[in-house]
């Protein structure tokens, strides 16, 4: 009895120093850096817009296939006035880069979704309250929503002036 305990002890303990023995150059290894184990990156900046500013959402080497084909969209408030620039196809080395402009009276939270066949990644923008109007010039004055022409700026003046015409005239009579 006592040499099985001894043997069934040795043979636990041989097993344990083997485990320990297969897993250690995997440890040893892990301090080295290894460009291909690395995860490829993705960048969304600005992440925070306004109507009429561009997000550009990049992806790093490898994100994608070599040339995959990427389809892309986007959900939010008047998403389908919002635009996309991108490629269809990744580049050679797996990366994109692509631009997100939300509609001119857009507002909220933006999920730009790309979709591959090795993956997918889904972008989050938020476009604050609206500015001024995406194609204003910021050299011409604001529209205040008057179409009056310059005439009733006489007319107006024209009248003022026969009020007082009529004032003088009631103040005259009431002397006499």
């Not at 440890?27 to 291909?36: G, I, L, Q, W």
């Not at 994100?63 to 996309?84: D, K, L, M, N, Q």
């Amino acid at each position: 009895m006592l040499k099985k305990a001894v043997a069934l002890r040795l043979a636990v303990g041989s097993l344990a120093v083997g485990i320990i023995a297969l897993g250690a150059p995997a440890a040893a290894s892990a301090d080295t850096v290894d460009a291909y184990a690395q995860p490829a990156s993705v960048t969304v900046e600005p992440a925070v817009i306004e109507p009429c500013m561009e997000s550009t959402i990049v992806f790093g080497e490898r994100y994608w296939g070599a040339s995959e084909s990427v389809a892309f969209g986007a959900t939010g408030f008047r998403a389908e006035g919002a635009t996309i620039v991108s490629p269809v196809n990744a580049n050679a080395d797996g990366s994109l880069v692509a631009t997100f402009q939300p509609a001119s009276d857009a507002a909220g939270v933006y999920e730009v979704t790309f979709v591959a066949e090795s993956g997918s990644y889904t972008a989050m923008v938020t476009v604050t309250e609206a500015g001024p109007a995406c194609d204003a010039d910021p050299n011409v004055l604001a529209f205040t929503g008057s179409e009056l022409g310059p005439w009733t700026v006489f007319a107006g003046a024209g009248l003022v002036v026969a009020g007082g015409a009529a004032l003088m005239m009631r103040a005259r009579s009431k002397r006499s």
